[in-house]
């Protein structure tokens, strides 16, 4: 009995851990989780860029630097003990900074089929056989480039053909995730047998703000994403449908370079002549 | 397929298409989510060239004949063919989610926002919100 309680006072007087301390133990996790976006959440080009047009705000690191590290620490998750810390309540403890303005991930998430089949976010966002701490986002290309699908099909409809470009999120939550910085774009091209362009859709997706200064979502929702339809699509000699799905690191307009944008997914299809 | 089945397909790594051919009306009044309105008529349909599973509400009491002839449109294009069991009352009785594609939907026509640049950001006039 004397050594339970000598383990009980032990485990509740350990002292608050900073970072550095859990790592003399937990080698591993601290291995995987410094690899991580969130490890350096405030020390990246992005955040740099915006926390300067945004003269420094304070809030900002909140969600960036808890602890006024370069990133998200240990801590900041798992409180500060006593040791051994609480298991953690996934997704609700992801919510204090992916439901934060600007972001809608948890929300959305806890209303898709993802959710409802018992799904959380370490389900998809943790490398497989990189233990539970290496978390990954769209900054892993190979990740990012599963988020969607696009799907082209042509219905008849009163005699009129109807092209729809289908896009499905397979995020589990809004696409585009994370902050407003980020945008999806969904391009559809009427192209001539020459393969000359005829027409073109451009949609974008992501926060917006509008005129009267209030941020406004228009991501696309999880599992049901969105179906963008046109009327004749054979219209001026096109024989062929090509279209594109593209996420963008920047909210702004397409023609803006994005050294890093993917293209997720693309489709084709061929008219009937 | 069962709607559960096809419930944990589409949280798989390779999520089935869903092709809702009940016509316009039904599938505007609520769907599974993500299927595309592909009309009634099989031989109006075109799918893009794809692969991997596509699972096909069919209207309640739908002959053999109309399963037939929208197996025969759809396999060419490299699908590999499910029909929902028991149809779209099936998926609602099941307690699985439904959306209302009415929401989901954008037309073309315009009105101006602003992109932003961020959370705090600096603005610029462009494009066109749905």
């Not at chain 1, 998200?72 to 996934?90: I, M, Q, S």
């Not at chain 2, 016509?23 to 109006?44: F, H, M, S, W």
Request: proline fraction near 8%; aromatic fraction near 6%; glycine fraction near 10%.
């Amino acid at each position: 009995m004397r050594w339970l309680i000598g383990l009980i006072l032990l485990l509740t007087a350990f002292p608050a851990l900073a970072d550095e301390d859990c790592s003399e133990c937990h080698i591993e996790i601290q291995r995987h989780f410094a690899a991580t976006a969130m490890a350096v959440a405030a020390r990246s080009d992005d955040f740099k860029r915006e926390w300067g047009e945004a003269k420094q705000n304070p809030e900002c690191l909140s969600c960036h630097a808890p602890s006024q590290a370069a990133g998200v620490v240990c801590a900041d998750c798992h409180g500060n003990g006593p040791h051994p810390y609480a298991r953690l309540k996934v997704p609700d403890v992801c919510a204090r900074c992916h439901d934060a303005p600007g972001e809608s991930t948890v929300r959305r998430h806890k209303s898709s089929l993802a959710a409802q089949r018992n799904l959380n976010c370490l389900s998809c966002h943790v490398k497989l056989g990189g233990g539970t701490h290496a978390i990954m986002g769209a900054t892993n290309t190979e990740f990012l480039s599963m988020a969607a699908r696009l799907h082209l099909a042509l219905r008849q409809e009163n005699g009129q053909q109807i092209l729809v470009a289908a896009v499905r999120p397979r995020t589990g939550h809004a696409l585009p995730g994370g902050t407003t910085g980020r945008s999806v774009w969904l391009i559809v091209r009427g192209l001539g047998g020459d393969k000359s362009e005829r027409w073109r859709e451009t949609r974008r997706f992501g926060w917006l703000k509008g005129p009267d200064g209030a941020w406004e979502e228009a991501t696309l929702a999880p599992d049901i994403g969105v179906n963008l339809e046109l009327p004749w699509p054979g219209r001026d000699g096109v024989q062929v449908i090509e279209a594109e799905l593209v996420y963008r690191f920047r909210p702004g307009p397409l023609e803006e370079p994005d050294p890093r944008q993917v293209t997720i997914s693309k489709a084709q299809m061929t008219l009937r002549q | 397929m069962s709607p559960d089945s096809v419930a944990d397909a589409l949280v798989s790594p390779a999520p089935p298409l869903i092709l809702d051919a009940r016509g316009r009306d039904q599938y505007a009044l609520g769907t599974v989510p993500g299927a595309i309105n592909a009309g009634r008529e099989p031989k109006g349909f075109l799918p893009s060239t794809g692969s991997g599973p596509l699972v096909l509400i069919l209207k309640k009491g739908a002959t053999s004949y109309l399963k037939r002839s929208w197996s025969e449109r759809l396999s060419p294009y490299g699908y590999k063919i499910s029909i929902l069991n028991g149809g779209f009352e099936a998926w609602q009785a099941a307690g699985l989610p439904v959306e209302i594609p009415a929401s989901g939907h954008i037309k073309p026509g315009s009105t101006p926002f602003i992109i932003p640049r961020g959370l705090c950001e600096i603005n610029s006039p462009a494009q066109v919100r749905e």
